[in-house]
């Protein structure tokens, strides 16, 4: 089986822009997660879905950062406009019932 | 609330010797508990994990890990280590109770480094 996949796996963009990273969980896994990897704050939960709808999204540091679930194989999570504070690596995770959380590559996003 | 702390932020070990990578968690209720592994540039894998039932619990690549309720511990140990056993390994704890939705909370990671 795929596991979970992101893209894009690395992105550098101007401060700025918008950013959109993408996420295609596991097929049946009714939850989603979004998490943030710093050297400084190391791993932090974003936001999290359960079938396609937010419940929690404290973990999202200001407005500028949005995500959405429209449907059961995919998610966004966007940054407009991106800061250099927000180079960090990206991650997915989806999960069934039970509960072993499974992680997607990273996206790797470098802010300039 | 849950919150889970590795006392160690980087572990130098020689190939072939023992390690031990610490996590201790605080919970008012019961728990569940995992580690992961997380080898350069790519995301967190699953390790071991313990829900209920025998304290030791065997993963994947002959890591181990002991659930110490009285101490509110579960150390990874590993007898043997080589050197693609570097990496970062995460300790996560999830509380569960009726109704919770058992999102888990992690440790900030543990960098093991096997020297030759």
């Known amino acids: 089986d795929a596991g979970v996949i992101q893209s894009p796996r690395h992105e550098v963009t101007e401060m700025g822009q918008e950013v959109t990273l993408r996420c295609k969980p596991i097929?049946?896994?009714?939850?989603l997660f979004w998490y943030r990897q710093t050297m400084m704050r190391g791993l932090e939960l974003l936001i999290y879905?359960?079938?396609?709808?937010?419940?929690?999204d404290s973990g999202m540091p200001e407005d500028r950062f949005s995500a959405k679930m429209p449907n059961a194989s995919f998610s966004t999570l966007k940054i407009q406009p991106s800061e250099p504070r927000d180079s960090a690596v990206y991650f997915c995770?989806?999960?069934?019932?039970?509960?072993?959380?499974?992680f997607g590559e990273g996206s790797w996003l470098t802010v300039v | 609330a849950q919150s889970v702390t590795q006392l160690d932020s980087q572990v130098p070990v020689f190939e072939e010797a023992p390690v031990e990578l610490r996590c201790n968690y605080s919970?008012?209720?019961?728990?569940?508990l995992f580690w992961y592994v997380q080898y350069p540039n790519q995301g967190l894998q699953l390790l071991l994990k313990?829900?209920?039932?025998?304290?030791l619990v065997k993963g994947i690549n002959g890591f181990e890990a002991e659930f110490n309720k009285s101490q509110t511990s579960f150390h990874l140990r590993k007898p043997s280590v080589h050197i693609s056993d570097t990496a970062e390994y995460f300790c996560?704890?999830?509380?569960?109770?009726?109704?919770?939705?058992?999102?888990?909370?992690f440790g900030r990671g543990t960098s093991l480094i096997v020297h030759p």
């Open positions: 879905f359960n079938n396609n709808v937010p419940i929690d």
């Open positions: 097929s049946g896994h009714d939850y």
């Open positions: 995770a989806s999960r069934s019932g039970g509960n072993t959380i499974y």
């Open positions: 313990y829900l209920s039932g025998s304290t």
């Open positions: 919970s008012s209720v019961s728990v569940y």
């Open positions: 996560a704890v999830t509380a569960h109770a009726s109704g919770g939705s058992y999102i888990p909370t």
